[in-house]
Structures are given as structure tokens and as C-alpha cells.
């Protein structure tokens, strides 16, 4: 735990008592901090209250005294309309920050020149993370990964000089870190995403922006229109920018040329890492994440054949399209994090010849944007409430059997791409829906995935996350 002693004496009012709420509250009181704590839930207060957090009603409570609110990243800050605590803190003039905002001022604070990589984007944010994270543990150092994925950042050990940091930002948690001052900043991409709390793309942009703007050097996916005028207003005001392209020759940068990594001064480029061979990160939108990790380590002192070993070593990210087992010439995928059309475009994109199980509970717009993909599709394999819609959608360009259950999709997808002799073929699980009309969640749904694959006669398993 990362003790929050920037507050030590002040009053708090913390809302939002769910996993972060709850060990950003523990960091609070661990560092001094008089902590006012409520939560919508009841559940979630009585919960708080059995772990000796101070907790109180604070629609009740004098704002005046009050130096922080501290705000859980679920909870609304300016869309649909502020929570009714947001309107509370405003009306008495307290800050309102999160627990990204307290990691910042414990590192300023303790361990200034602690290495700190933040990343965020609309897309590719977690595989980077867990990417550079792992390229710096597997060089022997001190690797502290959290934040948006896996660990609450105040949960993480406390900052020192040589303790690295790679934090996942999402967007909420950048509107609650005004001082976030990361040694590398990451911004992978940009498309419309979560505007029901941001209300604008223009809003939404904005709210990335910061990241990258509080950084020693900022490092920017340029393959987006927003993405590009951000890097460019950067670095007209001075910035440190470092241009990344999954798909364009840069004259300074890096980017991607096939699986080899490229980099690029003044219009001279060297090969500097590579993907070929590396499973766990095929497709374009891998080799993005790749440069991202290359960049932000390189900034923060690791070497070319420290990270190189790293991008060799990579396990992947569970259920993103994780290689959970081969027999023959077919491999068996996992991406059930695939939860809609666009989060399942990079799965379709990567592999030549898909035996696709696609269905659940169905998303906005179901997979018409897909289409491009169709020629890939060998055959799919329908389940759940979306099998009727998405049936309709391939019509004729795709042959596809509705087969109602995961288990029944992956029997039969597998008998039909044993039988393929075209070459490689995958069976693919990339829903482009949510779970929820059959299992709780994506990683149910994966786990259920892998199991029916491993009672595959034959199937050899291919080591990944687990």
C-alpha cells in the first residue's frame, strides 16, 4: 500500500466505496487523513464500515471543512449531470481528484524521479500496459503495474527511485488527476467512446490530452485524426513528442513496417525490435501496442535487447485474443473480451482463414461494420440472443449454423476447421457482444471457452495468462 501522507491532517470526504474506493480510503487513513466516507450502496458502506473506515451520510456533513473529495471513477463527474457529492464539494469549493491524482503527489513527493509510465486510448490500453510492465520485470527491475487493470494504484508499494510504475489511465481517471506528471506518457488512439460521460468527442479527446500533456515525453499514436492534432499541438507548445504508427513510415518516430519495428530520425530508419514469431502479439493493432512499450521503456532506461526479450516473452493478456491451444494446423482462440463489433475488428483482421462463434447478449449497430472481414470467415457458429440478427447480417456472404450454446460452437467449429486444408486456419471466439444472456461476464464466458477446447481430443495447450 502506498500511504497517503500528501494528506496527513486534513479532513476527506471519499466517495465511492467499490474495490478502488475502498483501498484508496485505506491509503488515506493509513496516511493521516481524517476520512469521511459514504457510497450509494449500502452493501458497500457496511462493507467499508467492517474494514474501520470512518463512514457518514455526506449529504449531512460540513463541506466547509473539508480540504479533498476523493471520487471513485464510476461515479459521474460532469454526464449525463453531476452526483449529487460532485455538486456538494463544488458548492463549498473542494477539489475533487481521484486515486490516479493521489498516486501522483505521493511520487512527487517521496520519489520524484521514480520512472512512471501512464498509459490511456480508446483502444489497446491494457495489452500495452501489461506489455511494458512485463518487459521491464522480465529485465530483472522492480515492475509496479495497476490502476485500470489489475491492482488499485494506491495498492501498489510505495514509490522509490528505482521502483517502476506502468499505470492504466482511463479517461475517468485522467478528469481526476490534474497534476498526473508520468515520465512517459502514452496515448494509443482515439474514437468515440464513453460520451455518455464526456457528452463530446471534443470533451472526451480533451480529457486524453492531459495525460500526454503533463509527461516528460509524450507518446502518441498519429494513425487517428484526433490523435495527430494532439501531437502536433504539443509539440508547437514545446513538448516532447514521440510519434507512433501501426501502419504509415514516419520521418520521426516508430512505426510498424510488416512485424518488423522500425525507427525513424530526420527520414533514416533502423530496425529495432520485431514481431514475427511473437503469438501473443499478431495483428496491426499488436504492433501499435508494441511500439507504445518500445518507446515508454526506452525513455525510462531499459535497452533494445532488454526489450526486445521482453516482446518475446510476452504472455498475453487473458481473453484478448489469447492462444489458448493448437491441434494440427488449427489454433484456438480466446478473445471473449471482444464485446462488440469494433473489439472484435482486430481478431477478424489477424487471422487469413476463421472459423468465427460470434453471439450473446447484442450490442448497437451488431456487426455490420464487420463486413470487410467476411471473406476471412470460413464459417460461424451463432450463439445466444444475437444468433437471429447477426444470421440475418451474414445472409449469404457467410456460411454460419446457429448453434445456440458456447460448447455446441466450439464442438462443431472445431470438427469443421479439422477438416480445412488450406493452411492454418483459427477457431475464433470474438463475440462482438456482451455475456450477460448466458454468463456473468466476458471472463466467464472465456474461461467456459477454454475448457471446451481442452476437452478436445488432441488439443495441445499453448502457454499463455491463466
Known sequence: MIPASSFSGKAVALFGLGGSGLATAHALVEGGASVVAWDDNPESVARAEQEGIPVSDLRQADWSGFASCVLSPGVPLTHPKPHWAVELARGAGVEIIGDVELFARERTKSAPTAP???ITGTNGKSTTTALAA????SSGRDAQMGGNIGRA???LDPPTSDRFYVVECSSYQIDLAPSINPTAGILLNLTPDHLDRHGTMQHYAAIKERLVAGSDAAIIGVDDIYCAQIADRLERA???VIRISKRLPLPDGYFADGTDLMEAVHGRYERIGFLEGIGSLRGQHNAQNALAA????LKVGLDLGEIQSGLESFPGLAHRMELVGSKSNVLFVNDSKATNADAAAP???TFPRIYWIAGGLPKEGGIESLRGYFPRIAKAYLIGEAAPAF???????VPYEISGTLDAAVEHAAADAARDETGEVAVLLSPACASFDQYKNFEIRGEAFRAAVAAIEGVQPIGGVR
Open 294 to 297: 518500445v518507446a515508454a521503456c
Open 238 to 240: 514545446g513538448k516532447e
Open 347 to 349: 481478431a477478424l483482421s
Open 153 to 155: 494504484v494506491m495498492t
Open 116 to 118: 512512471f509510465i501512464a
Open 391 to 397: 444470421s440475418a447480417t451474414l445472409g449469404e456472404a
Open 134 to 137: 512485463h518487459i521491464i520485470k
